[in-house]
């Protein structure tokens, strides 16, 4: 039986909160690999800020954060941003046209996976 913050999506028995880690890593390791080690693809600045503090959110003590709301409410609304950032990418990528080469395209395939998985689990996560 799965627990309460568990709900059966279309990946199988995971929870929303760890579907929007699971993305924001991928976003974050598509910036590590093929940004700042093979220069071949960008990832924009918001999606790696919002990707770092949906990582970093839940391991701290976040007693302030948590006097407003719960934490989960906090990642859902980070994994929206981060979906639509990755939205506002894909559009500036078709239109530059940085898929000139094969690092570029998995690099940006890896960060658009990320996006996809951060929106499906803002829409499983109970808030």
Known sequence: MADDN???????????????TLGALLVLG???VFEVIAEEYFVTTVAV??????VA?????????????PVSAFLTAGAYALALSGVVELVGDVQFEVFDGAAATIGALVAYAGY???FLGARSAKS
């Open 30 to 32: 598509s910036w590590i």
């Open 116 to 118: 996809v998985l951060a």
């Open 57 to 69: 959110l839940p391991r701290f003590d976040v007693g302030a954060i948590t006097a407003v709301a």
């Open 6 to 20: 568990t709900e059966t999506t279309g990946i199988g028995n995971v929870s929303g909160e760890n579907l929007i």
């Open 49 to 54: 800020v919002l990707a770092g503090a949906i």
